[in-house]
Nanobody, 122 residues
Framework: AVQLVESGGGLAQPGGSLRLSCAAS????????MSWVRQAPGKEREWVSG????????YYADSVKGRFTISRDNAENTLYLQLDSLKTEDTAMYYC???????????????WGQGTQVTVTS
């Protein structure tokens, strides 16, 4: 079974940093583009960033471009998201997903992890 386990979230101050991880199992990780999606309270899920299966191509939402960095380690079946220069509006539950390389691309909505909460507050 597909498993996605997110971790690394927490409390940060504006301007701070966090590094999120997503441990994947149950499928051939290196075959899939992967993405990060976030959901703030009362809002719909928002695509944040995507990375190609080999890791050479990345895309970002305008709201995070220049501040977040997506990466992956196919040998470890792990996806990462480095969050820098955090803003209060980055507060959300963050999820990784299969697919969704770029905004509007289809992603696997049938397999979600538990997410990891990022809270940015002074």
């Amino acid at each position: 079974a597909v498993q996605l386990v997110e971790s690394g979230g927490g409390l940060a101050q504006p301007g701070g940093s966090l590094r999120l991880s997503c441990a994947a199992s149950g499928f051939t990780f290196g075959y899939w583009a992967m993405s990060w999606v976030r959901q703030a309270p009362g809002k719909e899920r928002e695509w944040v960033s995507g990375i190609s299966n080999g890791g050479s191509v990345t895309y970002y939402a305008d709201s995070v471009k220049g501040r977040f960095t997506i990466s992956r380690d196919n040998a470890e079946n792990t996806l990462y998201l480095q969050l820098d220069s955090l803003k209060t509006e980055d507060t959300a539950m963050y999820y990784c997903a299969r697919g969704g390389l770029n905004y509007g691309d289809s992603l696997d909505k049938n397999n979600w992890g538990q997410g990891t909460q990022v809270t940015v507050t002074s």
